[in-house]
Structures are given as C-alpha cells and as structure tokens.
C-alpha cells in the first residue's frame, strides 16, 4: 500500500479493504461449512452447489485442474529461480546465489521420490520438472563461478553432454517419471553440433555431426522405450534432417566429394528411420532416394562439361526407380522401393521440364517470320544458349516412360518420343530441307498412330506383376504397370496421334510457307498423308483427317491462284473446286467435319469474290449448284436444298442489280414462283395444310412491293398487269375455297381499284358543294342503322365461309 498518500485517502482505501476481507471470509466459512456438510452427511443425499449461483456440472476435471496448477507453480518457481540466479539478490555475489541454488535443486530432485511414494504423481512431475530446469541454472552458475574463461560454446556442448548423462539416469531412477527421460534425448542434440562449432569446423563438419546425432535418435528409435522419448528422437532427428540434407545438396554441387558421402550418410540413416517408422516409411524413402540422386550425380557433374549436368542426374533418378519394380529388388521392401521410385520419377520429371523449351521453339518458331511468304528467309527460331544434351534427357524420359508400360506408361512415350523429335531441327540447327523433312515424317508417324493405335500396344511388353502390398495392409495397392485410372489405351493413344499429327503438320506448313516450292511440296504431302488416314480411321479420326485434307487442297488451289498471279476474286472463284469436290466426295467419306470445312471454304470463296459484284453472282450460283447436289442425298436434302435456293436467289438479285434492272417484279417473281410450287406440292402431300402456309408468303412476296410500286407509279401499265394478277389470284381462291389467295388477292384488287378511282373521287369531290359530302354521310350511317341486324348477320355469314376454307 501507498504510505504517501493524504490521511483522507488512506482512510478511505483502509475502509475498503477491510470491507472487501469481510466479505471473502464470510463466502470462505460458507464454503467450509458446505464441505463439512458433504463430508459428514449420509450417503444419497444431493449436495449443493459449491457456490451460490455456481453450476451443478463442473467444466473441468479435478485431474485437470491439479495439473494446471502445477504447471503454473512449476513455471512460476523456475521463473523465479532464473531471476534469482540472473538478478543480484540483496547483498549475496554469484557465489553465495549458486550454493543456495545448488541446495535448492538438491531438494527439488529429492522431493519426487517421497511424492512417488505417496501417490502424488502429478505433485512428483511438477517439482521434477523444477528440478531440471535449476539443474540448468547450476550448470550457468557453475560457469559464471568456477569456470568463467571456458569458451561459451564449448561450455555449452559440455554441459548439455554432462546434463543429458544427468537426466538419463535420473529417469531411470526414478521410473514415475514421465518428463525426464524426453529432456535427456533432446538435451543429447547440442554436444556433438556445438563441439564441433566450437572446435571451428565448417558446414561439412557440423552436417556429419547433425548426421551422427540423427543416427543416434533413430537407433533409439528400434529400441523398446515409451512413447515420449521415441516422438522426441523422432522429432529432433526430423529437424536435424531438414537443415542438414538441404546443406548436404548445396555441398554436392560446389564440393562434390565432401556432399556425397553426407548424403549417403543421410541415406542410410533414412532408410534405417523407414524400417523403424513404418507410417513414415515412404516419406522417408522418398528423402533417401533424393540423398543418393544427389550423391551419385555430384561427382559425375563435376566430371563433366556443364550441358551434361542435367543428363547426369536424370539418369541417377531413372536409376534409382529402376528398384519400384520388385523384380530388381526383391528384398526391399515394397513401401520403399515406392519411395525410390517416385524420388527417381520426381528428379527424371524435373529434368524434363528442364528439357522442354526446345520443343515450342521447333513447333511454333516457323511463325515467327518478319519477311513476307515466299520469301526465302527461313523463319526457323533457334536457342543458341540451349544445350543440345536436351534432346538425350527427352529420349530417357520416353524410354522411362516405355518401361512403365500399360496405358499411360506408353502415352507418355508417346508424347516425349514426338517432342524429341519437334525438338531435333532446333537443337541440333538442322538445315531447311532437313527441318522440313523431320516435320513430315513426324506427321506421318503420329497420323498412323491416330489410325493403328494398336500396333503401338502390340509392339510393347505386357505388364509385369503386381508389387505386393507393404506390411500392415498400408501404403499402395496398385498394380505395376496398371493405370491410375480406367482408361481405353487404344483411344488414349489414337487422340493423341491425331492431335500430334496435326500440330506437327501446321509447323511444316508454316514452315514451307518460306519457299514457293516447298509449299506445294508440303501441301500435296499432307494432302495424301491427310487422305489416307480418312480412308483408313475411324470416328473422330475419320473426321479431323478428312477435314485437314479439305484444307490441304484448299492451301494447293491458293497456292496455285498466287502463283499464277491471279486476283483475288478469281482466287475465289478457283477456290468453288474445293467444297465442289467435297460434295463430291461424301458419298464414299461420310465425315460431317469434312462438309463442314467445305462450307468454310466455300465460304471463304465467296467472300473473296465480294468485290465484283459480277464474279459474286457467278459465285453465289456456282454455291447454290453444289448445294443443290448435295441436296441428292437423302440425309442432307432439307438443309441444302433451302440453302440451293437462298443461294440461286441471291445470285439472281445480284445479277439484276449489275445489270441494273430495278423493277420490283423482276426480283420478286423469282421468289413467288418457286414458293408457290412449293407449296402446292406440299398442299398435295397433306390437304389439311392451310393455305396461308402453303401459299400466302410466295404470294405476298409479290403483291406487296408491287403495291407499293403502284402507289409510286405515274404509268398504268403496272396497275393494269397487278390488277389482271391480283384478279385472277382472288378468282382462283374462290374456285378452290382457299383463304390466303382469296383474301390477298382481293385486298390487292381492291386497292389497286382505289388507287385507280383515287383521282377521279378528288376531282368529283372538289366540284360538288361543301354541305354533300356531309348530307352523304349522314344517309349512309342512317341506312347502316336501319339494316344494322341483318348487316351483321351478313357479315357473319361472310366470316363462316371464310373459316370454312383453306
């Protein structure tokens, strides 16, 4: 309490406290009259809560509270203590703090026997663990007080030998003790690293200690001891593991011979842990693997040129997963020769990664041209700071991939063996000729995989057997050579033949477009090559083949247009023989994707037709030919027969409009007569077809425009012809009762009549006076009104009738 404050305040505060102690004690001496009560009442008879307001269901047990509160004194003590040894006390030196301390751990240590003794388990645990940490406190005193010249890390190292010693055999003795032996083990990871910093060893040094002292964890490991020394062995060899096998990596890149021999240390010390820790055993594998990878490899890189680095730990990693088959290791056992074989797998994939560039370079480099087509400047792009040694590690990852085997072991030779040879013009500068050459032979090869997927699975081995399955029914439980997931391997292969192929054909094409020679060559090449695999795939190979052969054809007739120097719209025009002979040819390949690319051709014709109006009539008419055949087959007749008769159409309007005609029935009629002809036929096959379907829009096609043009039309000729056609169409209509041509064509009439009487009603108007038209009107709605009955009856019988026909 605060002795300087006013007397006033102090009282006030002295008030305080004493109420506040009051009330404690009275709450205390409830509680000490409940307890009394529970010990003493019978047995059965329900008990109060501890505390007024205070639940029935306590939310922790009394195990647990005693343990918390042990370990808050324990910490609280051992802080104490270290302030105590740190922190001058009073008057008392280093000297006089380190004998008090000295008696203090002594009875500390002392004290778990006799609570052993009496039961207290806990009590014992909390005042041992006090115990340990002042002996830690007494190893610092005994160096600030006897030995205070000693180097600190050599100290250091010392002292943890001498406490790790001190610990076992103080968890020995006492066997109630759980905590003891676990700081022993953890206690035991500084000598051998601190020694040998202190003597200066470099980091090859403090490695191969860090190595010895994981051995020693995992040797502890196979031995018969509780669980909480081998989860402390376990856990600090991990750590020793994670900083001393990455500085055994660097190691073996700047100092070969000094790195390898770590590493097979580490590998070794692994592959011990794996057959002590069988849950870990493929995790551990996998680090052992990656140990030896490096080891191996370190010396033969270092032997060799610099581009052979990368080749040099590939083959160490296939190698190494050459054990995954039990075939070649039998005596290994299965988890880890799993973990050989994805270690081995993971470093020959990197490698291939590594490997990869060349190969966009050779299938997309042609591309990247700055001269025009035809040039003569090769726009092949080479990597001149590229090892060729890439091209060996895509042959070992092929080869690797091989001897899976199964589905995705040869789907995978696949890919790597084209990319090996995508890659062969760009590593190895191959001349033009060569380059071209090595992409047609490669589209050739994967476009007869796409179609003879089976030779492929023929040509290699069946799968080998199973590994079995690791002790304890853990681990994998694949199948050698099986796949990861159901797949049809013929199909897997095929698509990927085919999608091969076909990019292997844009690089050589893209490349050809250098020469004028090397184009046709190129086309006419695929074009056969493209040809063939129609003719002998099936499905979607089928189709993407007939499709890349319409294009193949398509680039020779361009190719040959330009050549020949021929404009663009007789280009177009040339281009007609493309989708011509694809219609041509759909009865013997019927592949819906080589239509379709016909009609994309076509359609390119046509377009480049469009600045000549003429040569696009001819076009269009030329298109509505070839729909029109294709219209023969049964399957296509809907669709191409209204596409022949858009196209004649169209073909027809453009000419008139070249030719400059602009009266509206000579592009109107061409539309009315088919129509109509169509619709009687259609009327033919089903009578209950109305009339307005059958024959309403070839009608309005003509009348409409034609009305407008007679509105516009100071001649009569054109109203006189209307009028004879719309009259004969409304006598047609009531002869064969049908709706549309009775009401059109009479609405036609009738306007036309109108259009006709229209000058003579103006003039009689403006001669009569200007009271009749409204006398005349006043006559009219009073007629209307007397016989408004029986007007209305005739208008419904007029309505009926029109109802009644078609």
Request: proline share 7%; aromatic share 6%; charged share 10%.
């Amino acid at each position: 309490m605060d002795m300087n404050l006013p007397p006033v305040e102090e009282l006030r505060r002295v008030d305080a406290e004493l109420t506040r102690l009051d009330a404690r004690r009275a709450e205390l001496l409830a509680r000490r009259a409940w307890l009394l009560g529970v010990l003493y009442s019978p047995v059965g008879r329900p008990a109060a809560p501890p505390f007024p307001g205070a639940p029935g269901v306590a939310e922790t047990s009394p195990r647990g509270a005693q343990n918390v509160l042990l370990t808050l004194g324990g910490t609280l003590l051992a802080v104490a203590a270290l302030a105590f040894t740190l922190v001058s006390w009073g008057s008392m030196g280093i000297a006089g703090r380190s004998a008090v301390l000295l008696a203090v751990t002594s009875a500390a240590l002392a004290a778990p026997a006799v609570l052993l003794r009496r039961g207290l388990a806990s009590t014992a645990e909390a005042v041992g663990a006090l115990g340990l940490a002042l002996t830690v406190l007494d190893a610092y005193a005994l160096h600030r007080v006897a030995l205070p010249e000693a180097d600190g890390l050599g100290y250091a190292a010392g002292a943890a030998a001498v406490l790790a010693g001190l610990w076992a055999g103080y968890g020995g003795l006492l066997r109630g003790l759980r905590l003891p032996l676990p700081a022993a083990v953890a206690a035991a990871q500084l000598p051998l690293p601190l020694g040998v910093l202190a003597a200066g060893g470099g980091p090859a040094a403090v490695a191969w200690a860090m190595a010895l002292t994981a051995a020693a964890d995992v040797a502890l490991l196979a031995r018969p001891v509780g669980a909480a020394v081998r989860m402390t062995a376990g856990v600090a060899a991990g750590v020793l593991a994670v900083w001393a096998l990455p500085a055994g990596g660097w190691l073996s890149l700047t100092s070969p011979w000094t790195g390898g021999p770590l590493l097979l240390g580490w590998a070794a010390v692994c592959l011990y842990a794996a057959r002590a820790v069988r849950p870990a055993a493929r995790v551990l594998a996998v680090a052992a693997g990656l140990a030896v990878v490096a080891a191996a490899a370190g010396p033969v890189r270092a032997a060799l040129p610099a581009e052979w680095a990368v080749p040099a730990y590939v083959v160490c990693g296939l190698a190494l997963a050459s054990l995954w088959r039990p075939v070649r290791a039998a005596r290994i056992p299965a988890e880890v020769r799993v973990g050989f074989g994805l270690a081995g797998g993971g470093v020959a994939a990197l490698g291939v990664v590594w490997a990869l560039p060349p190969v966009p370079a050779g299938l997309l480099g042609p591309a990247d041209r700055s001269a025009g087509v035809w040039s003569g400047a090769h726009a092949e792009l080479v990597l001149a700071d590229y090892p060729a040694t890439a091209l060996l590690v895509l042959l070992l990852g092929a080869g690797a991939a091989a001897a899976l085997r199964g589905p995705w072991g040869r789907w995978g030779a696949v890919v790597l063996g084209w990319a090996v040879l995508t890659a062969l013009p760009v590593a190895l500068e191959l001349s033009y000729a060569a380059g071209l050459a090595v992409r047609l032979m490669v589209t050739g090869a994967a476009l007869g995989l796409a179609v003879r997927p089976g030779v492929l699975a023929r040509g290699l081995p069946e799968p080998g057997p199973a590994p079995e399955r690791p002790e304890g029914g853990r681990g994998a439980s694949w199948t050698a050579g099986a796949p990861a997931v159901p797949v049809a391997a013929d199909v897997l292969l095929s698509r990927t033949g085919l999608v091969a192929g076909l990019a292997s054909a844009g690089s050589a094409l893209l490349l050809a477009l250098d020469v004028r020679a090397a184009t046709f060559v190129v086309l006419g090449v695929l074009l056969g090559l493209f040809v063939a695999a129609a003719l002998s795939g099936a499905g979607a190979v089928r189709g993407a083949a007939a499709g890349g052969a319409v294009l193949a054809a398509a680039g020779l007739v361009g190719a040959g247009a330009a050549a020949a120097g021929c404009a663009a719209a007789t280009t177009g025009l040339l281009l007609l023989v493309v989708p011509a002979g694809t219609a041509a040819l759909a009865a013997r390949v019927r592949s819906v994707t080589a239509e379709l690319t016909g009609v994309a051709v076509g359609a390119l014709a046509v377009a480049l037709t469009a600045p000549r109006p003429a040569l696009l009539a001819l076009a269009l008419a030329l298109g509505g030919v070839i729909a029109a055949a294709t219209a023969l087959r049964a399957e296509r007749r809907r669709a191409a027969s209204w596409t022949a008769g858009a196209l004649f159409l169209a073909s027809a309007w453009l000419r008139l409009a070249v030719w400059g005609v602009t009266v509206p029935e000579a592009y109107t009629l061409p539309v009315t007569v088919p129509a109509l002809v169509v619709g009687f036929l259609r009327r033919r096959r089903d009578p209950a077809a109305s009339s307005w379907v059958a024959y309403g829009p070839g009608l309005a096609a003509t009348l409409v425009p034609s009305l407008v043009a007679v509105w516009s039309d100071p001649y009569g000729t054109r109203p006189l012809l209307l009028g004879t056609g719309a009259l004969a169409v409304t006598l047609l209509g009531a002869r064969f009762r049908l709706q549309a041509p009775l009401v059109l064509g009479g609405t036609a009439l009738a306007l036309v009549a109108l259009h006709e009487l229209a000058p003579y009603v103006v003039q009689l108007v403006g001669a009569l006076p200007r009271w009749l038209p409204p006398a005349a009107a006043g006559l009219l709605l009073l007629a209307v009104g007397a016989t408004y009955e029986r007007r209305l009856r005739e208008a419904r019988i007029l309505r009926e009738r029109l109802a009644r026909m078609r």
